[in-house]
């Protein structure tokens, strides 16, 4: 692994995980410091990362983490709404005992991990369609979707039910499970609309409390030079 590629993941899973919040600074000083790297590794990091939606850089100045738009969130819902029910209908059409064991797998362990368990599920969801192309759609997504489960969950005052949210999808899988493609749509697509709403409102929060990107880096740049 180089040491782009180490940091691009790292950082990455900072950001998804909200150990970096929206909004923060990345300050390329101190990072590369702190990973023992030269700046020309970690740039290409916060390039691909800026790729991926999760940063934002104002040429010149610096980056910060992404703050999500209501409308980078509606964008995002409206992709799953259309890719994801698909999914659990073909699921449901093929499904072999090993992917429904998988699904399993993920919905028993929602209670001792919820947020983990929820991407993870989605994740498999994906993968039980057995069709390559739309798990090739889909993967430049799943960072994303990680990020929003993360955002809107612990002591956010709009986070969605972690047991709701576990029922939603045991009733997915039973529909799996049962081979009724019909029904398994129709849950998923009820599962991501049941999440707009809230997702949607956190989205606003973040906005009225976000720093504007150019003018953060511009600060941090005057606080250094003087």
């Not at 799953?80 to 998988?102: D, I, K, M, Q, Y």
């Amino acid at each position: 692994m180089t040491r782009g590629e180490r940091v691009y993941r790292e950082l990455r899973e900072r950001i998804v995980t909200a150990d970096l919040r929206p909004g923060q600074r990345l300050i390329e000083r101190d990072l590369a410091a702190e990973f023992e790297v030269s700046r020309i590794p970690l740039r290409e990091a916060l390039q691909r990362l800026a790729g991926d939606g999760l940063v934002t850089t104002v040429p010149g100045q610096g980056s910060i983490v992404t703050v999500p738009t209501p409308k980078d969130i509606a964008d995002l819902f409206d992709v799953r709404a259309g890719l994801e029910p698909l999914a659990a209908r073909l699921a449901a059409a093929g499904a072999g005992p090993e992917t429904l064991r998988r699904l399993r797998a993920c919905v028993d362990s929602d209670t001792a991990a919820p947020v983990d368990a929820n991407a993870d599920f989605h994740r498999e969801l994906v993968a039980a369609a057995g069709n390559p192309l739309l798990t090739q759609i889909m993967e430049p997504l799943e960072a994303r979707m990680r990020w929003l489960f993360h955002l809107t969950s612990g002591a956010d005052p709009v986070e969605r039910d972690p047991a709701r949210q576990r029922r939603e999808h045991e009733a997915l899988l039973e529909a799996i499970e049962a081979a009724d493609a019909d029904r398994a749509a129709a849950i998923s697509l009820a599962h991501l609309e049941d999440g707009r709403a809230p997702t949607l409102e956190a989205a606003r929060r973040w906005q009225v409390a976000a720093v504007d990107a150019e003018e953060a880096t511009r600060t941090r740049r005057r606080r250094v030079s003087a």
